[in-house]
């Protein structure tokens, strides 16, 4: 199934929030800073923390005042500018030259010019969230915005470090990934006013779908192609990241010498042998393994909810994540 069939039911609000993106970052009068932002706004990609905000929000109250409505398009657009700022400054943390098979922003613009554009989307993003007039909703989101740039901390502070543990990796993808799904999940729920226990199951299902989302995003960067990822794969290996493909490979490996050593060299032949070595092992079946334990987490917590197509959307959702890692021995998505 293909993402629009799943963001259907929210096709409508899916709309608004992309006007309010291209209204939110078209208003400088400046035209450098609108031939920036227009780049920005080029290649758009899957929209996942904004749609979970709509489906989260629809999930627990269906049909909505307007008021909430307009609640539901902020947040889910700042989410995204937050995620896009975030994007942006890795980037330039990791040197990467290409996202969404075009130059980064940093290769066109320069890594001054990227970090101030990250911060500028930070800020509108944050007024945006303020507009909604809720302590709670803007708690969920700065909290969240927080924990993802410790999580970017840790992870650079951790670069070359062979000997991380699986539990410190899970911690790094939690803060810098999970978190913002969660949170787009959780304040979906909280503008809609629902109880505590759905906004705390949406939450939930938010954490352990962002946690799959990265593992199934770090097993692509090693096993993946240039067109079907949009980047160049082995960015993670390149940068001295230790990500769970690597961790597992080095767990299921007879020769962890020769795997700790082809990791520390950070060269094509090493990266090509150890993808080479990932898929050929048990290595790739345990990554997906770990993968799927955390999509089929996500989906029991929507069991106390009640049927809706939203439900429906956002359990389909966490399926189709979960099909990016089909893969045969030839090395091909």
């Known amino acids: 199934m293909l993402l629009r069939e799943i963001y259907k039911p929210v096709e409508k609000e899916l ?27 080029v ?6 923390r904004p749609a979970l905000v709509a489906l989260s929000g629809k999930a627990v109250s269906g049909a909505q005042a307007p008021e909430i409505e307009k609640q539901l398009i902020k947040i889910a657009t700042s989410v995204e500018l937050i995620h896009m700022a975030s994007l942006i400054h890795d980037d330039v943390i990791d040197h990467a030259n290409l996202r969404h098979n075009k130059p980064t922003i940093n290769t066109k613009f320069g890594e001054d010019i990227s970090i101030a554009l990250g911060d ?25 915005a927080k924990e993802m740039c410790e999580g970017e901390l840790v ?3 951790e670069r070359d470090n062979i000997s991380l543990l699986k539990k410190r990796y899970l911690l790094i993808i939690k803060k810098k990934t999970a978190t913002l799904f969660a949170a787009s999940c959780e304040a979906g729920a909280i503008a809609s006013g629902c109880p505590e226990e759905m906004k705390l199951s949406l939450r939930k299902y938010g954490l352990n779908f962002g946690i799959a989302f990265q593992i199934i995003d770090d097993c692509l960067d090693l096993i993946g192609k240039d067109k079907e990822l949009g980047k160049v794969p082995g960015a993670d290996f390149n940068m001295g990241e230790l990500t769970l493909p690597a961790l597992n490979l080095l767990s299921c490996s007879k ?8 990791l520390k060299q950070q ?23 770990d993968a799927c334990s955390y999509i089929n987490r996500s989906k029991d917590h929507l069991s106390g909810l009640e049927e809706s197509c939203f439900k429906k959307s956002l359990s389909t959702l966490a399926d189709y994540m979960m099909r990016r890692m089909a893969h045969d021995k030839s090395g091909e998505i």
Do not use: H, W
Request: hydrophobic share 35%; charged share 30%.
């Open 43 to 48: 290649s758009p990609g899957k929209r996942l």
């Open 15 to 41: 709309a608004q929030i992309e006007d309010l993106l291209r209204d939110s970052l078209g208003r400088s009068k400046r035209k450098s800073i609108l031939n920036i932002n227009n780049y920005v706004l």
């Open 120 to 144: 500028y989307l930070y800020s509108i993003a944050f007024q945006l969230v303020s507009r909604c007039g809720s302590m709670d909703i803007l708690d969920c989101i700065s909290s969240a």
């Open 155 to 157: 992870q650079v502070c």
């Open 267 to 289: 060269e094509k032949g090493a990266f090509k042998e150890i993808r080479r070595r990932f898929i050929d092992s048990p290595a790739f079946l345990k990554t997906r393994e």
């Open 255 to 262: 020769d962890k010498t020769r795997i700790m050593r082809l």
